[in-house]
C-alpha cells in the first residue's frame, strides 16, 4: 500500500473541495438567479471540463502553466517556481477539472429555491446577505453537500489531467490512481488491487458521510 500516494490524493481532495465550495456557491447563484445576453456560454464554459477528454484538457493546462505562456510567466514572476510537475500546478489543475461537479448541483439548488421566497425576507427586513445565510443556504443545503460529493470522489479518482501536469513525483505529485497504474504496469496486480480498494473503500465512505450528515439535518429540520 502507497500511504504517501494516498495522503497526496487525501490532500488534493480537501483542498479542492475547500478552495471550490466559495467559489461555486457565488457562481452557482449567480447562474441560477442572474439573466444577461452571455449565459448559455458562461454556462457552457463551467460545464466543458465535462466533456473534454481528461488528457487534452491535462495538455492545455500544462501548456498554460509553462514559463513561455502568460499564465505561467505571471506565475513565475510572482512567486518565483513553476507550475508544472508541482502540487500547486495539480491544485490548480484539479480546480478547474472539478469546477463543474461544484458548481452544476448548487446551481440547481439555486434554481429551486422560488424568487417570492427572497423577495419575502427583503419585505421582512433582511438584508441580502441575511437572506443568503438564514433562507436561501439552508435551502440549498442538499446540493451544497452533493457538490462537495462529487468533487472529493472525483479529485481522488483524477488521472489523466493529474499525470499530464505534475507526472508522477512521489511525494509530490503522485497520486493513488497514478500509483495504481504503475503497479500494473508493474504486473504487480495485488498491490494495484489493495491500492483500488483503499481508494474504493475512502470514495465510499466519504460519501456516505456527507450525505448522512445531509440526511440528518434535513430529518432535525423535519
Known amino acids: 500500500m502507497d ?57 492545455y493546462l500544462m501548456m498554460s502553466f509553462g514559463r513561455d505562456a502568460p499564465f505561467g510567466a505571471f506565475w513565475h514572476r510572482l512567486t518565483g517556481e513553476g507550475l508544472n510537475f508541482t502540487f500547486t500546478g495539480i491544485l490548480l489543475a484539479s480546480l478547474v477539472a472539478n469546477l463543474p461537479f461544484a458548481v452544476q448541483p448548487i446551481q440547481r439548488a439555486f434554481e429551486a429555491v422560488p424568487a417570492n421566497l427572497r423577495e419575502a425576507a427583503w419585505c421582512c427586513g433582511l438584508s441580502p446577505w ?6 436561501e443556504l439552508p435551502l440549498v443545503w442538499p446540493g451544497v453537500i452533493s457538490a462537495l460529493a462529487l468533487t472529493f470522489a472525483h479529485t481522488l479518482g483524477e488521472f489523466g489531467v493529474i499525470l499530464m501536469v505534475g507526472g ?48 440528518r439535518r434535513r430529518w432535525r429540520r423535519v
Open 130 to 135: 441575511q437572506t443568503f445565510l438564514r433562507i
Open 3 to 59: 500511504w504517501t500516494a494516498l495522503s497526496v490524493s487525501l490532500q488534493l481532495a480537501v483542498l479542492t473541495c475547500l478552495f471550490l465550495l466559495p467559489l461555486g456557491l457565488w457562481l452557482g447563484r449567480v447562474l441560477a438567479q442572474a439573466s444577461f445576453r452571455g449565459k448559455p456560454l458562461c454556462e457552457a464554459l463551467v460545464a466543458l471540463p465535462l466533456v473534454m477528454p481528461p488528457t487534452v484538457l491535462g495538455f
Open 168 to 215: 508522477a513525483i512521489d511525494g509530490e505529485t503522485r497520486t493513488l490512481a497514478i500509483a495504481i497504474y504503475d503497479r500494473v504496469q508493474a504486473f504487480d496486480e495485488r498491490g494495484a488491487g489493495i491500492m483500488s480498494a483503499m481508494l474504493l473503500l475512502v470514495s465510499f465512505v466519504t460519501i456516505g458521510v456527507v450525505y448522512g450528515l445531509a440526511g
